[in-house]
């Protein structure tokens, strides 16, 4: 036995536990053994997190004397503040060559900052997993990797009002990044260092299962942990299975064991009605949960409930990630399996879903809530919710989470991007996306969308002015493929994350992150008094056109009526519009 867990071994005192938590909940708690190793979380008697300059030093005092703990720096947050990732194996496994047939568990921790469980839990985690090393063999095939903090700028932002909401820490960090940038909104466009540096950890690791450590807003009620472990459609079928079958009714199982039943996290049908039921989400790629399932990496939101007190919270955290670390050892072979035959699944579908509608269809859940009601308020003289916590109920609700197709395509051989579009080649590129390049200038049959109708937002979200209206057309034509385009094959492991970034339709895709905005920008316009005698010209010489002016005329009076639209119609039919204007640059080719 090291020195380390000889010193951890001397002796046995359960973390603190809140008044009401069950009898069997205490058998599965963090153990504190001796006084060296304690956390900073644990020295508050769960009042505090730990604060942003003696994060790392806790797990360097690990490391220090534990072989099997390794810290590397994966990059820097947006004001250059280290970003490191912790890998936890009883075999010192601390490259991924050496995976092998262990199973990888990814969890991020402070993404937002201020929801700080967390980064207290994984420090509780690392500890409890090298005592349980030394004890057997339940994690002999994990290889266990976090991310201490990944909002580090955030972190450092550091008081007591961060959140108004929430019951403690004393003092929390920040939702937003040294830039003001929502990290958990950037998996797509990656505007931020922060993500630059998970995706690259990210696509080196290739994990099994993820978490992502959270805390909510909203509604009272009695659960402490709820969470998203997601078996919708968009997943491929074995994953789906997997999920549904085995590893949700697994962790809700032993999560209930623990004295912490689970229920989904809390999206409520009607605003602040919670008896009219929830609603489940399929996640987009601008979410963390939503991106790593383009890699075929299984998503876990953990949320717990901001009301209850710290020590709750982090011990709900660290109790959800120990069971999905003991399944996710016990089952490597299984995850490794399920994974390899989800990639070759996606890589052999033809048709896509870029959109899904949540449809009526519900299933029954329990839900621990407590009474509630309407209150008039003496401030505002608006409606309050009241919630009696001296009244707690069980309620059987309705959970809306099946999912119906709303918008399918066919998926093209490949994609092919002109080589001015450095940014989103940049991005390809990070994350690990195969391309070639065109070496001979050619001509080539493809599909090309064009956008007929373009409006955005008044105000910036996340840094962009995002589009809410975004209308595209598509047409077979023959273009020229330039020597230097890249041709991005479909068919390879990155194949979702292709789709959803580069169809302009997808609901993240980089077209709606403004990384085309300058294509809706006409540059070059005519002056009527020049333009007409061309365009006459025009209506002379080409029938089709004249006929589609002619019938515009008459059924459209708006157009008829204005000598601006006229000229402006003929102008866009003619070889001097401009090509750049409202095309999306980016085609698709259906390969023979």
Known sequence: MNTLLRTLSRSFVFLLLG????????????????????????????????????????????????????????????????????????????????????AVILVNNGIHSGESCGIDATQLMVRELLQDMEKGHTYDNLIFVTIPVLNVGGQRQFRRYNRANQNGPVRMGFRGNARNYDLNRDFIKADTQNILAFTKLFHRWKPHIFVDNHSTNGADYQHTMTYTLPEGPDLSPSMRALIKTQLKPFVEKDMAKKGLPLCPYVTPVKYQDLKKGLKGWIYSGRFSTGYVKFFHTIPVLSETHMLKSYKKRVRASFELMKTLAQYASKHARLLHQTKQKATQEAMQQTRYTLRWKRTKASKKITFLGYAYYKEKSSLTGGLLTRYDRSKPQTWTIPFYNSFAPKHQIDIPHAYLIPPA?????????????????????????????IFTKAAWSKRPYEGHFYPTTLQTESFTRRVVIEKGTWIVPTKQPGRRYIIETLEPTARDAFVRWGFFNTLFQQKEYFSPYTFEGIAKKLLKRDKRLREIFENRLRKEPDFASSPRKRLQFIYQSSPYYEKPHNTYPIVRWFKK
């Open 421 to 449: 579009w450095k940014g989103v080649l940049k991005r390809l590129r990070h994350n690990k996306i195969k391309m070639t390049k065109v070496e001979k200038t050619h001509t080539l049959t493809v599909r090309q969308s």
């Open 19 to 102: 008044a009401s938590a069950p009898a069997s909940a205490s058998q599965n708690t963090p153990t504190t053994k001796g006084t060296k190793h304690l956390t900073d979380f644990e020295k508050s008697k769960g009042l505090k997190t730990v604060h942003p300059t003696r994060t790392m030093l806790f797990y360097r005092q690990l490391a220090a004397k534990d072989p099997r703990v390794h810290i590397e720096q994966i990059g820097t947050g947006d004001a250059g503040h280290p970003i490191h990732v912790v890998i936890v194996s009883k075999s010192k496994r601390f490259t991924p060559k050496q995976i092998g047939q262990h």
